[in-house]
């Protein structure tokens, strides 16, 4: 792991300078500042992945940067340096976190060895955190996350067929996790240790879709120049995953319900067939037993398929997971974003805001959302306002208005208004550059409707 963008803070500018040409000889991307608070804001401008930083400076010291760098970049490594170390400095600086100390005055190798070593530890901690994860997985429902009444059956589900070889049928809308739910089979069944072979049925072109599963002899047809493999082939012994199975071809499902009944494929072009040994976990978003009796799929696949059938509940149907869910990716996405600062929360206001959501695209749509808002964001903490574009589209039709344009209108208006100035605490100004309209239509609208200054009922006086 290379830890090259490295910021240099020092109150000497002959010491920075001197630093800045042996790491930039060194292969590192080095920036230098003198004190603390240019430091501050140079983390604002960009990452760094290391920081070289002086004990005594004026204004801030080294010993409190490195706290406040603690606090607004956890992941950084701090390697302290000074004229005046003692042991007790040496000491209370790994305390607080440094990773390492140099005294001055230090030769150019020592300063070399210091960030060679912070690298082998950074490349240690990832590959133990990929280890972690590696075993997480193995342990099959650590990533299907949820405390809800709805996930809990689906992990019993889970956990009492993943043992045996029957094959299953995951139904769910897009978006819930189908992939995560045919890991976590696999992961949790004798065949983990082989591998595991995920397949988008409707992602593959209908000419291209047999030989992708099945392989191709060469000469099969025009540029099959070479035997190929298939995807059932490297999956033997495994786990094979058939997402949206419902997108196959009409032909390609005859061979593949050969292969679920005789344990065998045929390649395209072949005359010999070949045994296997595959579990298929397919999945679908659309209803195919309708398909089958429309003709639309074939009914003695169907059947084959749907031995086992797991139905993986919407998002909607288990609105308790949502904060959950969200507080997740916002971890997830802080490491993946390198976010700085690092998002700490969201908002109660943002949180009931994401639990009242329909979530027609699933989890897949919320960790979109969490992603945009992250982008976006200020600060450590996620507001409602980060999340405009769906309060928007989650306002609530009111149930007293019938059929009533004027009236819904009226209602979602009101509801729209409260949210942005409860977003905004109050501030009419921010409140309608969310909404989009001028801060003096605002007014009117406050006035119009008899809101106070959190859109609630009550004075609407204007100053």
Not at 348 to 355: K, M, P, Q, V, W
Request: proline content about 5%.
């Amino acid at each position: 792991m290379s830890l090259r963008n490295v910021l240099v803070v020092d109150d000497d500018p002959g010491m920075r300078q001197m630093l800045t040409m042996l790491l930039r000889s060194k292969g590192y991307v080095p920036a230098a500042v003198d004190g603390a608070d240019a430091a501050l804001k140079e983390f604002e401008a960009r990452p760094y992945d290391v920081v070289l930083c002086d004990v005594r400076m004026p204004s801030m010291d080294g010993l409190a940067l490195l706290g406040e760098l603690q606090r607004r970049a956890p992941d950084v490594t701090v390697i302290m340096m000074s004229a005046y170390g003692s042991e007790e400095v040496a000491l209370e600086a790994m305390k607080r976190g440094a990773y390492d100390y140099v005294s001055k005055p230090f030769r150019p190798d020592e300063v070399t060895l210091a960030l060679r070593k912070a690298e082998e530890r950074e490349r240690l901690r990832r590959e133990n955190v990929r280890l972690r994860e590696q075993l997480g997985d193995r342990r099959g429902l650590s990533t299907l996350i949820g405390e809800s009444p709805a996930m809990q059956e689906l992990h019993r589900s889970i956990r009492k067929i993943a043992a045996v070889q029957t094959t299953v049928l995951l139904i769910g809308e897009s978006g819930t996790g189908k992939e995560l739910v045919a890991r976590a089979l696999h992961d949790l069944s004798p065949r983990s240790a082989q591998p595991f072979v995920a397949v988008n049925c409707g992602a593959i072109p209908d000419d291209l879709i047999e030989s992708e599963l099945f392989g191709h002899a060469k000469g099969a047809f025009t540029n099959a120049t070479a035997n190929k493999k298939g995807l059932f082939t490297e999956a033997d012994g495994g786990t094979i995953f058939l997402d949206e199975i419902g997108e196959l071809p009409y032909a390609v499902q005859v061979s593949l319900l050969r292969t679920l009944q005789e344990s065998e494929i045929r390649r395209v072009g072949d005359t010999q067939t070949s045994k296997i040994d595959v579990r298929v976990v397919a999945a679908t978003s659309r209803n195919l037993e309708t398909a089958a009796a429309s003709g639309g799929f074939r009914q003695d696949l169907f059947y084959r398929l749907n031995v086992l059938p797991v139905r993986l509940p919407p998002l909607r149907e288990r609105l308790e997971d949502v904060p959950l869910l969200a507080r997740h990716f916002v971890e997830k996405l802080n490491v993946e974003l390198r976010r700085n600062p690092r998002i700490r929360e969201i908002s109660r206001e943002a949180l009931d805001a994401l639990g009242a959501h329909g979530w027609p695209g699933n989890v897949r749509e919320l960790e979109n959302l969490v992603e945009r808002a992250m982008v976006l964001a200020e600060g450590e903490v996620l507001p409602l306002s980060a999340f405009a574009g769906l309060s928007r589209a989650m306002a609530p039709a009111p149930s007293d208005a019938g059929l009533s344009i004027k009236q819904g209108v009226r209602a979602l208006e009101i509801d729209l208004i409260r949210r942005a100035l409860e977003a905004t605490g109050g501030n009419r100004t921010r409140a309608a550059a969310l909404l989009e309209i001028s801060h003096r239509a605002l007014l009117y609208k406050l006035k119009e409707y008899g809101l106070g200054s959190h859109g609630r009922p009550g004075s609407s006086t204007v100053k």
